[in-house]
């Protein structure tokens, strides 16, 4: 079985750049979460995709994060404009439609915002 | 609102012997699971183990065991015969609602 793919895996930008990420789930999985991992901290849901729509959004700082699920398939991240605090990786993570199994989680995007 | 609460920032453990990862949890929920998830320097979020709040059984997978105390809303991780592959961070994850939210992670160090 095909695991979560990220791409890319590292970026560095300069603060103000735009910056997307992309994410395919694994084949079949309805939920689809993005993550923001800061160094030395545990995972912060940012966006919860149930096929195309938004299940959970209220940590994304919508002034600047954007994300879609085109399909119910892959999706994107979108920082624009990024800033220092921006820097941690970005995890996507995928789930069959019941919430009591298990999360599969690919090996995240590393930002660098300098 | 749910949280995840987890006290030991750093653990170490000498190679062979058993150490236990604390963790609480809060939610409104009465129908949730709770997992543990190890993630090594390569990033891969890897899950361990899984338990249901419904069942009162505490969940294992060979070396690996929960205390799942329902009331105290405790689900403490134990490692067993701890081998040198068990350094990692380990997040408690609770999935409550529509949410999956995990706690601040416990640095585990395995000593040979």
């Known amino acids: 079985e095909a695991g979560v793919a990220q791409s890319p895996r590292y970026k560095i930008i300069e603060k103000r750049q735009s910056v997307a990420f992309w994410c395919n789930p694994i084949s079949g999985h309805a939920t689809l979460y993005w993550y923001q991992q800061i160094l030395g901290q545990g995972p912060k849901l940012l966006i919860q995709f149930q096929n195309n729509g938004v299940v959970d959004d209220s940590q994304l700082p919508k002034d600047r994060f954007s994300a879609e699920r085109l399909k119910g398939v892959d999706s994107t991240l979108k920082i624009q404009p990024a800033k220092l605090e921006d820097s941690a990786v970005y995890l996507c993570a995928s789930s069959p439609w019941d919430r009591g199994s298990k999360a599969f989680f690919g090996q995240g995007t590393r930002l660098t915002v300098v | ?112």
């Open chain 2, 1 to 112: 609102a749910q949280t995840v609460t987890q006290s030991q920032p750093e653990m170490s453990v000498q190679e062979a012997e058993t150490v236990t990862l604390s963790c609480t949890y809060d939610t409104s929920e009465s129908d949730y699971y709770l997992f543990w998830y190890k993630q090594p320097p390569s990033r891969q979020m890897i899950l361990v183990i899984r338990q249901e709040a419904y069942k009162q059984q505490n969940a294992t997978e060979n070396r690996f065991s929960v205390n799942f105390q329902k009331a105290a809303k405790s689900f403490s991780l134990k490692i067993s015969d701890s081998q040198l592959g068990d350094a990692a961070m380990y997040f408690c994850a609770l999935a409550s609602g529509s949410r999956l939210t995990f706690g601040e992670g416990t640095q585990l160090t395995v000593n040979p």
